[in-house]
């Protein structure tokens, strides 16, 4: 589960990771009441103004602005809420942003010994441990870093049986380079951020920037945060932080109904159970002459419900040309799933494109004897490359 990052920096706070002086709002005049409380409590006279959407690359944007008075930080709040942010990762549909972190400026006016770091914390699903990756190249895009300049990155193993040990964070401290209180300070910024991410069960936390002040100083200038969906019912408040606005309707949809669903810019609709079955079948659907328009795994629980569901779901999808349903009869009956694609094809009634549908396993042979007396435009199919041809004769 993916969070903002005003959620994510408050969650760091939690573990006494130093960050900007700062606050959420949906209103300019909301965003200069909190510039006059940061600078009561901090003394800052600038003060950053940033867009809260699940994206990066908001300051290319046009997401980010410093703001040097308080009428550049009305002014700013005033062009950021309800703007269509676009990045390089909302594509270029873009989204709406509804809220502005107000924060403290942290990069002193007339200084130059400031310095960005990048620092990451995940999973190494290789070595099944946790890592540290972290690079003198902060700011940047990480995947240009490790493109272009490689050697910059460093990373960190822990070993999930002991955790993170005091030799590492200071390890960590020494590559960026850092001496002195910033080396104090970076050392005890490391270990907080690792207490953090175990202590969420998160998948993700990447600060990037991690930034030095001129007087030695380290802030986690920004956030992101992501939670481990299979660990929420341990932190159960941690469900309130989902923004499902942010979402694609679809998916959130989908998960009502429990399908794994992921939408994609393709031409067929899939449904599938199980899901290396759903992958192999992209696959063939791609071989077709075809491209994918979604991911969805119906799960082995499937029943005539959750395939009207997910039947729903694909056709909402106006890029759609023909559907694909590709089920094996395991743990789910074959018959069920075909009454639910009957039942859902005459509860939505005028479905304009083919659906082809191929059941093999437990009451395959019942399945296709309700599909062919339906007697609606569906097709049936015995073999997967039968299904392919289909597919490739609709679109």
Known sequence: MNIHEYQAKSILKKYNVAIPDGAVVDSPDAAVEAAKKIRSNTGADTWAVKAQIHAGGRGKGGGVKIAKSLDEVKEYSKSIIGMNLVTHQTGPQGKEVHKVLIEQGIFYPGESEVEEFY????????????????STEGGMDIEAVAENTPHLIFTETIDPRVGIQAFQSRRVAFKLGLSGNAFKEMTRFIIALYKAYEGYDASLIEINPVFKTSDNKIFAADAKINL????????PGCAELRDISEEDPSEVEAGKFNLNFVKLDGNVGCMVNGAGLAMATMDIIKL???DPANFLDVGGTANAETVEAGFRIILKDENVKAILINIFGGIVRCDRVAQGVVDAYKSIGDVRIPV????????????????????????????????????????
């Not at 620092?119 to 972290?134: C, D, T, W």
């Not at 481990?228 to 932190?235: F, V």
Request: hydrophobic content about 45%; overall charge negative.
């Open 356 to 395: 082809i549908v191929r059941l093999q396993g437990t009451n395959a042979e019942e399945a296709k004897v309700l599909i062919d007396n339906s007697g609606l435009k569906v097709y049936s199919a015995i073999s997967l490359q039968e299904a392919a041809d289909l597919v490739k004769e609709s679109v």
């Open 288 to 290: 077709s002459g075809g």
């Open 119 to 134: 620092v990451s914390i995940l999973l190494n699903r290789a070595i099944g441990k946790n890592i540290i990756m972290y």
């Open 228 to 235: 481990d969906d299979n660990a929420l019912y341990r932190h």
